[in-house]
């Protein structure tokens, strides 16, 4: 098993001769992230993919005394928290937060910080590339190697459900391409370039309508048949947030019956009856490994927020951007 540990200096200590804490990233984040956390004398572990915490744990016993854990989309439970029983902090490299358990966190007084905003423009430029991939039917010229009939994005409706920092950033994108945009919220928000209607009004009206809303039990698999039957048949359908937005069987359903044109996502999660592998069989269907903020810019931008986070908790200062206010 590989791992590596980055010390500051080599008798663990900062300046005053205070043992600094243990860091452990659960997946790898940007050097220059591990780099302001090794200038800054904490010692930073990376778990090895596909190494389990208790095989890590056995391995390198002094991890047990891990006080802040950098976590990405990878999930962490209840059982494997406990393994920690100094963590103090839990840094998210991102903005979801459906892979912790908030509720026991909050129970142990484990702060929580995450990056919003960061990813914004990524996940926004992702978005568009797989509107526009689907509507110039990219996947089966390049498969088939045969010219095929697309479709313009110029003047469509677009539907955009949510309306935080990614679905603004999609709007601004959509801008040169003179869109009719529609906007469904939870909540009223003021919409810069189109206007807030109704999901009743966005599905039956949009020829293109994107996801942009999280994962919690209200929303899990928000589109489902009682949506994906009230859309348009030249409609496509892209999701960039989660993949429990979508009840997949249904969705299945709709791209195989020609319910909808077609459909984007880089989040997925399976059905009882479909797989992954059952979609991609299917021509008018995109699927990324969840590839929205994988740009350089914004990975280094969040490792870099993350550093700084647990920094400034072992400093005494406040977050800057604690998930809870």
Known sequence: MAEFLVKAKTNDADEGGTVLPTV???????????????????????????????TLLQ????????????ARAGKLTIADLKRFPELKIIARHGVGVDNLPLDYLKKRQIQLTYTPGINARSVAELTMTLILSLLHQLPLSIATQQRQIGSLLTGKTVGLIGYG???????????????????????????????QVTIAELVKQSQIISLHIPSTPQTKQFFSAKLLTKMRSEAILINTARGSLIKTDDLYDALFQGQLAGAAVDVFSAGPRHSLNDFQKLPNFIATPHIGA????????????????????FAGQPALNPYWQ
Request: with cysteine; proline share 5%.
């Open 294 to 313: 994988e740009t350089q810019e914004i990975l280094t931008a969040s490792a870099c927020q993350c550093a700084e986070e647990i920094k400034r908790f």
């Open 165 to 195: 920092s990614i679905a603004q950033e999609v709007e601004k994108l959509l801008q040169p391409f003179r869109v009719e945009i529609l906007v469904w919220n939870h909540r009223p928000k003021k919409v810069k370039f189109g206007k």
């Open 24 to 54: 452990l990233l659960n997946e790898p984040i940007a050097t220059s992230g591990v780099e302001l956390l090794r200038q800054a004398g904490f010692q930073v572990f990376e778990r090895p993919a596909g190494a389990s915490l208790l």
């Open 59 to 70: 391995k390198i016993p002094q991890l047990a005394a891990t006080q802040a854990i950098v």
